[in-house]
């Protein structure tokens, strides 16, 4: 499956360092990383993908060697490989996929708060199959909109979130394949088994926030057995949406990956 995506690079043209992409997160879209997709591609050719279901991207069952064949096929579709890839949540977990099914795709990987494994989405499981179940009005505005998602999400940034996968107006609709990504949760929240000897030699940097508990000390021996090279950066101050609570900190983090890989 071919994705959408938007692609940025050097105002020079300078193309000559490889390609850096960008894979979002669950609910998310390719612009959730604009900031940085903006200051790296002073210097670098950069590519933020719609992951399937996701966006502007066609629809269908998704798990993660499913996603990591799309965002292939599309990298190579716009000889873009290899990459360094940066991913998400969801977004690192297909990041991960990609690097373990196509290491020679990789350059180097970055996965921003989620391990390889099983867990990171009960929330959203629920928030998944909630939504999916509650009837659309045949008006939406944003005020209706906000109370209509206020029926099964009580935070606001998650509400805002939730508010850009809808078209307003009349006749609302998705623009999410949000059924698809509900029966698709428990591959989401799950991790596939890996055959053995399974990995990715690469540089691999993993960041954490320190208010999360996406990543754990039980998941080490996982990441040193599927990414042997692999570091873990913590920003303390930071929750699971690291690169949107810490921004600064997170791009710093990204720009010594990069010049140091």
Request: charged share 15%; proline share 8%; no cysteine.
């Amino acid at each position: 499956m071919l994705l959408n995506l938007i692609e940025l690079g050097p105002e020079n043209g300078d193309l000559s360092r490889p390609p850096v992409v960008f894979l979002h997160g669950l609910f998310g879209r390719a612009r959730n990383f604009g900031f940085f997709q903006r200051r790296i591609a002073a210097t670098h050719r950069t590519l933020a993908l719609d992951l399937r279901n996701h966006g502007k991207s066609p629809h269908g069952p998704m798990d993660y060697p499913t996603l990591a064949a799309d965002v292939h096929e599309t990298l190579a579709a716009h000889n873009a490989l290899p990459a360094t890839v940066i991913g998400h949540s969801m977004g690192g977990k297909t990041a991960m996929m990609l690097a373990l099914q196509h290491p020679a795709a990789v350059r180097s990987l970055l996965v921003a708060d989620i391990a390889p494994g099983q867990g990171g989405f009960a929330q959203s499981d629920q928030l998944a199959r909630k939504l999916a179940a509650l009837p659309l009005p045949d008006f939406l505005d944003r005020a209706g909109a906000e109370a209509w998602l206020a029926q099964v999400i009580s935070d606001k940034p998650v509400r805002d979130l939730m508010l850009m996968n809808l078209d307003l107006g009349e006749k609302p609709h998705w623009n999410i394949g949000i059924h698809e990504i509900a029966a698709s949760m428990p591959a989401i929240v799950g991790w596939p088994t890996m055959a053995p000897g399974t990995h990715y030699d690469g540089p691999t940097l993993f960041i954490a926030g320190g208010r999360s508990h996406y990543i754990q000390p039980e998941n080490y021996p996982v990441m040193r057995q599927l990414f042997p090279h692999y570091r873990l950066d913590v920003i303390k101050d930071a929750g699971h949406w690291v690169h949107a609570q810490a921004p600064a900190a997170f791009l710093a983090l990204v720009e010594t990956f990069l010049s140091t890989t």
